[in-house]
């Protein structure tokens, strides 16, 4: 689920509107900070399951 520019962590994160990318030093770390991003898109792909969710338990 595309987060879109729906909210402003993802142009803290370098403005992707197709999803939150992390490049990794040669240590695992993340060399940008997308934290907020991702918890952010984590949100919205659960917020629109629950969308579609009760969406079919109606039909």
């Known amino acids: 689920m595309a987060p879109g520019y729906t909210d402003p ?4 994160a ?7 990318t992390v490049t ?3 240590d695992g770390n993340w060399k940008e900070n ?3 991003a991702v918890q952010h898109q984590t949100r919205r792909v659960l ?3 629950g ?3 009760k969406g079919q338990s109606q039909g």
């Open 14 to 20: 370098g403005g992707s509107p197709y999803g939150t």
């Open 34 to 36: 997308a934290e907020k």
């Open 9 to 12: 962590a993802i142009f803290e």
């Open 47 to 49: 917020t629109v399951a």
């Open 24 to 26: 990794v030093d040669n």
């Open 51 to 53: 969308w579609i969710k």
